[in-house]
């Protein structure tokens, strides 16, 4: 079993910042990737931000001059740095893993942590 726990969600005003941590932990051997989705209010959960075992990232295009991930992967911790926050980046953020458990490679979610930016 995969158990994701997030933190640093919360409430800032617009132009302000917030940094979001993953760890994850469990019966996992080997994380490719692992980041950061999104859903809003009414919207499908979309990409943020992800980052591979090579430190190879994907990424959504508000991230961009924005946002900054990292991950150590000896902790297997992932970190979202978010700067210049706007009200459209209010969402639930939930941590996501792709990794090899004993069964095969397989997705992996935590709870999601809320983050409001007001304006």
């Known amino acids: 079993q995969v158990q994701l726990v997030e933190s640093g969600g919360g409430l800032v005003q617009a132009g302000g910042s917030l940094r979001l941590s993953c760890a994850a932990s469990?019966?996992?051997?080997?994380?490719?990737?692992i980041g950061w989705y999104r859903q809003g209010p009414g919207k499908q959960r979309e990409l943020v931000e992800t980052?591979?075992?090579?430190?190879?990232?994907n990424y959504a295009e508000f991230v961009k001059g924005r946002f900054t991930i990292s991950r150590d992967n000896a902790k297997n911790t992932v970190v979202l740095q978010m700067n210049s926050l706007k009200p459209e980046d209010t969402a639930v953020y939930y941590c996501?893993?792709?990794?090899?458990?004993?069964?095969?490679?397989?997705?992996?979610w935590g709870q999601g942590t809320q983050v409001t930016v007001f304006s």
């Open positions: 980052i591979s075992s090579g430190g190879s990232t």
């Open positions: 996501h893993v792709y990794g090899v458990v004993v069964t095969g490679w397989g997705d992996f």
């Open positions: 469990g019966s996992i051997f080997s994380i490719n990737a």
